[in-house]
């Protein structure tokens, strides 16, 4: 089973999972962040946004911070890790997904959570922009999801000193289950509004800069009313837009789960039993990990949570934890 080193307490009032879970992106004010973006272009000529954060110097240690989904580098879990990191003088660069930057990605393919030749070509072009850093990486729901497949797929090639992965829906099939039921429509529903809006802002962009083939794949797809839960949407839009067979095929060769035994590197996962969009039989055993990786299982937290301390002082479990592990040189 999953074993627990680190302790991690409610902020009191906040024990709830939903209050957890909404407490960052409804409450929590984040301070203007500095920060340099660089456009990235992908091998298959489409483009992904990175923005920089900290110290400049070509050794001090690197973080890649990886978001969840319908988030960006404007994430309050993203900034706060960014500040939290900088305040140890280390640097970091946070991603923006496919089209997640403010503007539409060239392609109709989008992001996903198995896209993980997409953070091959991010990690690559880290190591080759700054080869005397240690290069982390930090993901989050999809984010983190996506970092697993990727640590799992590269084995001992993976580039990175170290991971840490936080509310991984490690099964895709039973978050879609997860997700509709209960409380968890409302989330459901947020994500349904969000991720069909991406689709249509795309569609409109190609519509308007006359790019045919794009707007034919996206055309293709026939009408997107009526879609209503994670496997509506993954079978009509993910599934076709991004070269798997159906839902089931993207579902199975998506999820993190599968690809855990084969890491090589340090990796430090984040998980709360309460999550409100992962079951407990979701999570992965012992026996599924490589003896690389330390799974901390928090009783409470809910999804991207972890909010301590107080209502009038909170404090954020996720931006003490993450650095502490990461500088002790796992």
């Not at 404007?74 to 305040?87: D, H, R």
């Not at 496997?231 to 998506?254: C, E, I, Q």
């Not at 979701?282 to 301390?309: C, I, K, N, W």
Request: with cysteine; aromatic share 10%.
């Amino acid at each position: 089973m999953p074993s627990l080193t680190a302790t991690f307490r409610p902020a009191t009032g906040l024990a709830n999972p939903h209050l957890q879970t909404l407490w960052g992106p409804l409450w929590r004010k984040m301070p203007t962040l500095p920060r340099t973006r660089e456009r990235l272009w992908l091998a298959d000529g489409d483009f992904i946004d990175l923005d920089w954060h900290g110290p400049h110097q070509p050794d001090a240690p690197l973080v890649l911070v990886l978001h969840g989904l319908t988030g960006s580098s404007n994430s309050p879990y993203v900034k706060g890790l960014q500040l939290a990191l900088q305040a140890r003088g280390w640097a970091s660069v946070a991603v923006n997904w496919r089209g997640c930057s403010g503007e539409p990605n060239l392609l109709a393919r989008s992001y996903h959570s198995g896209a993980s030749e997409d953070l091959a070509e991010i990690v690559s072009h880290l190591r080759a922009q700054r080869p005397m850093a240690p290069l982390y990486a930090v993901g989050y729901s999809l984010g983190g999801n996506v970092l697993l497949k990727y640590l799992g797929e590269s084995g001992s090639a993976s580039q990175l000193q170290a991971a840490v992965a936080v509310s991984v829906p490690f099964r895709l099939d039973q978050c879609a289950d997860r997700i509709g039921q209960g409380f968890s429509k409302v989330y459901q529903a947020h994500f349904m509004r969000e991720m069909l809006a991406y689709v249509q802002d795309k569609q409109r962009h190609f519509r308007d800069q006359g790019q045919q083939e794009g707007l034919a794949s996206i055309e293709r797809l026939g009408s997107l009313r009526n879609l209503k839960t994670f496997w509506d949407f993954d079978g009509k839009v993910t599934a076709p837009l991004n070269g798997f067979a159906d839902v089931h095929d993207y579902y199975r060769r998506a999820s993190s789960r599968y690809y855990l035994g084969e890491n090589r590197t340090p990796t430090l996962i984040i998980h709360a039993n309460d999550d409100p969009f992962v079951s407990s039989h979701s999570l992965p055993t012992a026996a599924e990990l490589s003896s690389q990786t330390h799974f901390e299982l928090h009783s409470h937290g809910g999804h991207v949570g972890f909010v301590d301390g107080s209502l009038r002082n909170p404090r954020y479990y996720l931006e003490r934890r993450i650095p502490q592990w990461l500088l002790e040189g796992q």
